[in-house]
């Protein structure tokens, strides 16, 4: 069951013995790409906000032997981590669906350990949206109408003190405003950037 639009953990560089942390990990599929490039003596955090994708990312750790993994429930927006504890951040497709996304990368900055690493994947838009999407339901479900314009989006990464972006793109799309028409590019990419 993966629901990203990227993967994050093949361009994250990740080294055995790394401390990960996955906003919104859904059933886990990041966590356990992440959890077999750390090793043994590395440790892979989940966080999700849905009770029911803690308990499958959990059953399928457990029937999948994963010892290095842990599914914490929790917001994005206010991350059940410590300060400075996280070597790598990694997040696919999920920063799109938050209200309050400068929250969100500065609660990725205050848990990553100074020289830590962002690395997330996302939906971002060409151009602002136009109404009709940001206020369609299935447009939310599917990703799309919280996405913000691709340069907003970096401006809201740096506004948290990240450095040397870096930004891959992954693919585009179009979306149709369901009341107008209109329709609008959208854009799959992947970001990194340093804790200085
Ligand atoms: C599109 S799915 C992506 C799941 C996973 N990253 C993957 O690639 O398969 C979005 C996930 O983010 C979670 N989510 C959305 N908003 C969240 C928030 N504010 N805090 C924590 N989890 C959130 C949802 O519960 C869902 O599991």
């Given amino acids: 069951m993966g629901l990203g639009c990227g993967n994050p953990t093949a361009i994250a560089e ?6 990960v942390l996955d906003l919104g990990s859904g059933a886990g599929m990041d966590v356990f790409l992440a959890a077999n490039k750390v090793g043994p003596t590395g440790r892979v955090i989940g966080v999700d906000m849905t009770e029911a994708m803690i308990d499958k990312a959990n059953a399928i750790a457990k029937s999948n032997g994963y010892e290095n993994v842990e ?4 917001e994005i927006e206010n991350l059940p981590a410590e300060d400075n504890s996280v070597d790598t951040l990694i997040s ?4 799109n669906l938050s209200p309050n996304k400068s929250r969100v990368f500065s609660e990725a900055y205050r848990v990553l350990k100074p020289k ?5 994947s996302d939906i971002v838009a060409e151009r602002a949206l136009p109404d009709g999407i940001k206020e369609d ?4 479900a599917g990703c799309i109408a919280g996405a913000l314009e691709k340069n907003e989006y970096l401006e809201e990464i740096r506004g948290a003190d990240f450095a040397d972006l870096q930004v891959v793109p992954n693919g585009e799309f179009h979306a149709a405003d369901p009341r107008s028409g209109e329709t609008v590019k959208l854009l799959s990419i992947s970001v990194k950037a340093y804790k200085p």
Avoid: M
């Fill in 71 to 74: 599914f914490r429930l929790g």
């Fill in 14 to 19: 990740l080294r055995e013995g790394e401390t």
């Fill in 116 to 120: 830590g690493r962002l690395v997330v």
């Fill in 137 to 140: 339901l299935d447009a939310w």
């Fill in 92 to 95: 696919n497709c999920v920063i």
